[in-house]
């Protein structure tokens, strides 16, 4: 009953505001406990030692949620200002990146690979006869959507750390295999080759990958808690990562090379797939943008039909698209096409994506919102289709509504 009223409590407090106008704060302290009722079986099961919510209109934030534990050994309580890593996260701000370099002429989506990575030039097909020539050369548009036929082996370096290893360096271990399909011809997801899109963004925006991030998205959005090294001081507010002990059901600490190097090495190389630490508000700007056609605070990002391209399906049919049910693929999106299961209460046309540790971010044009759950839970079957995201954007959808 008390989930219940707080439901009506929300619905009262959006139908008093004029129609897209976030609440005021002491308003959204008010709706402050619907999340955390939502999902408090979740923590209870030992599914999740915490979270952080987070809705998000065009004009700003809608609900903003911290609940459970942080740190279960130190009793540390999960805080809005928590940081996470959230893991392939970051591809969709790589392929922004790299969207800009197109709209500025400086990249092709049908350029060829290799006038930007020289070491994938002669690379082979691999094929039942023997290695082969493939039947066209790999194109930007092909690391986008997944469909390279890169191998997704790692690298495996002699002597020092992976994560050590600069991303050019990286990227000629890549073409050092044969392609294992023909480029174009067949989706799987690919950390490898998102990685190689972080190289044609150094290429061809001369300087490093980090910079340009930082420069291009952090620093005009005033995404200050967003990094690729973590400090001292980030630690102290660091959710760690756990996993489930199957024999004792209950939450233990995860050991995780993303975790165990000193993160604020800057030798630490800045992965392009997977490499962003950051917190729900500033994330929230990042999603208000793209919400805005591109645009926030007077700032172009990029053109508004650029963010249509990328958030358009660009494999027609092929079958094989994602790790859900219902999707499509856009250039570094996931799109919901026939919203099922785990993304049924979001729009045809949303589009995001998820990371390894169970964060998730979705935008729904429709309804004008955006959605983001952060949790740190590193051994769920499918992170893209917990039951967790499930229950979040649900709730999320049935209290802070739509357009």
């Given at each position: ?30 709706q ?5 009722f ?18 998000v ?9 911290a ?38 002429g ?12 020289p ?10 006869q ?14 986008l ?14 002597g ?12 000629d271990a ?6 294992t ?6 989706w ?40 690729f ?6 630690l102290d507010?660091?959710a760690k990562?756990?996993?489930k ?14 975790f165990?190097?000193?993160?604020d090495?800057?030798k ?28 926030k ?12 391209q ?7 049919d ?34 995001g ?44 959808v ?6």
């Amino acid at each position: 009953m008390r989930f219940v009223a707080l439901l009506i409590l929300a619905g009262l407090c959006s139908a008093c505001k004029p129609s897209g106008q976030a609440p005021s704060e002491s308003e959204l302290k008010e709706q402050n406990a619907v999340m955390s009722f939502a999902l408090q079986h979740f923590q209870d099961n030992n599914d999740i030692a915490g979270a952080v919510t987070l809705v998000v209109s065009p004009n700003g934030i809608l609900g903003f949620e911290a609940f459970g534990l942080a740190d279960i050994g130190a009793k540390r309580p999960m805080r809005q200002d928590s940081m996470f890593w959230i893991a392939s996260m970051t591809k969709p701000i790589t392929a922004m990146g790299v969207m800009m370099l197109v709209e500025e002429g400086k990249v092709k989506i049908d350029d060829p690979v290799e006038k930007f990575v020289p070491s994938f030039k002669g690379i082979q097909v691999k094929t039942a006869q023997g290695l082969a020539a493939p039947k066209r050369l790999i194109t930007v548009r092909d690391l986008l959507t997944h469909t390279s036929g890169i191998s997704t082996a790692a690298v495996t370096p002699a002597g020092q750390p992976i994560d050590l290893i600069p991303l050019a360096e990286m990227c000629d271990a890549y073409a050092r295999n044969p392609l294992t399909s023909e480029p174009g011809e067949k989706w799987a997801y690919n950390n490898n080759a998102i990685n190689v899109l972080g190289r044609i963004i150094e290429v061809a925006g001369g300087r490093p990958y980090a910079d340009f991030i930082q420069e291009r998205f952090f620093t005009p959005l005033g995404m200050d808690n967003s990094t690729f090294w973590p400090d001292i001081d980030d630690l102290d507010r660091m959710a760690k990562p756990y996993s489930k002990n199957k024999e004792t059901g209950e939450l233990i600490e995860a050991k995780n090379t993303r975790f165990s190097l000193p993160l604020d090495n800057p030798k630490r190389t800045a992965y392009p797939a997977g490499g962003l630490f950051s917190c729900a508000a500033d994330l929230a700007k990042l999603y208000q943008m793209i919400l805005s056609g591109g645009e926030k605070d007077g700032h172009r990002y990029l053109k508004t039909a650029t963010l249509k391209q990328m958030t358009t399906n660009q494999l027609g049919d092929m079958t094989k698209v994602s790790f859900t049910e219902g999707m499509q693929m856009g250039l570094g999106f996931h799109l919901v096409h026939n919203p099922i299961g785990v993304t049924e209460s979001l729009s045809t046309g949303s589009f995001g994506h998820g990371g390894a540790f169970g964060t998730q971010a979705w935008i729904d044009p429709v309804k004008k919102r955006a959605y983001v759950l952060l949790i740190q839970r590193t051994d769920l079957p499918n992170s893209d289709g917990s039951e967790i995201r499930r229950e979040f954007q649900k709730t999320a959808v049935e209290t802070y509504g739509g357009k």
